[in-house]
């Protein structure tokens, strides 16, 4: 199993620009996770996902979409990119009926936004 | 008041030392505690989960106090390879039971 992989692991945009960041999971879990890390913070939720079909959004959702459409993939679009948005993003997903709650966390994105 | 808080240090700490950190939550709901280490410009991964009981897991200890809504991790024996930084991670009562509160983190550095 490869995990929770996210592509790019870096990118520089402009600001005004969007992208979308991919997150991949191939452990079948149900919930995935959108997180951003900014230096000396802890980990902010952006969005969140209990299955395919549906999205909730987290403590700070603005600026930011995502969707859900398959059980493996869950991108998070930014649209007109905001210096502010510079961040280390953070994809994670963990199977249901469990009662653990861990988290599993991809490699993470560095985005750089100028 | 910070919904977790934990002092960032960072702690630096000969080889073979033993070293605590502590983490107090603000939401006396809070349901799960969990300690994730995170390496250098890496991604987080659990360390352990805390226990109301108190757990150990080989040289780490967790231990939880619900009155006094604080976490403590004891690593024993320390070694180079426990340089990381040490987050504290609260499941509260929001979005579901699904929102967990990341600490900023506890810096680690073990000296040879």
């Known amino acids: 199993n490869a995990g929770v992989t996210q592509t790019p692991k870096f990118r520089i945009l402009k600001i005004g620009q969007s992208m979308t960041l991919q997150c991949t999971q191939d452990?079948?879990?149900?919930?995935m996770y959108w997180y951003r890390q900014d230096p000396g913070m802890g980990l902010k939720l952006i969005y969140y996902?209990?299955?395919?079909?549906?999205?909730d959004k987290g403590e700070v959702p603005n600026g930011y979409n995502v969707s859900r459409s398959t059980t493996e993939d869950f991108p998070l679009r930014l649209e007109l990119a905001a210096p502010s948005q510079t961040s280390v993003y953070f994809c994670?997903?963990?199977?249901?009926?469990?009662?653990?709650?861990?988290?599993?966390f991809g490699p993470g994105t560095r985005l750089t936004v100028t | 008041r910070k919904e977790v808080e934990q002092d960032p240090g960072p702690f630096n700490v000969p080889e073979g030392a033993t070293v605590a950190f502590n983490c107090t939550y603000s939401?006396?709901?809070?349901?799960?505690f969990f300690w994730y280490r995170q390496d250098c410009r890496k991604e987080p991964k659990l360390l352990m989960s805390?226990?109301?009981s108190g757990n150990e897991d080989g040289r780490f200890t967790a231990q939880l106090n619900r009155a006094s809504q604080y976490i403590s991790l004891l690593i024993r024996d320390s070694k180079l390879s426990d340089s990381a930084t040490y987050l504290c991670?609260?499941?509260?009562?929001?979005?579901?039971?699904?929102?967990?509160?990341f600490g900023t983190g506890t810096r680690l550095t073990i000296i040879p």
């Open positions: 452990m079948n879990h149900n919930y």
């Open positions: 996902s209990v299955g395919a079909g549906i999205t």
């Open positions: 939401n006396s709901a809070s349901q799960s």
């Open positions: 805390v226990y109301s």
């Open positions: 994670a997903s963990r199977p249901a009926g469990t009662a653990s709650y861990e988290q599993y």
């Open positions: 991670v609260v499941r509260g009562s929001n979005f579901g039971n699904e929102k967990l509160t």
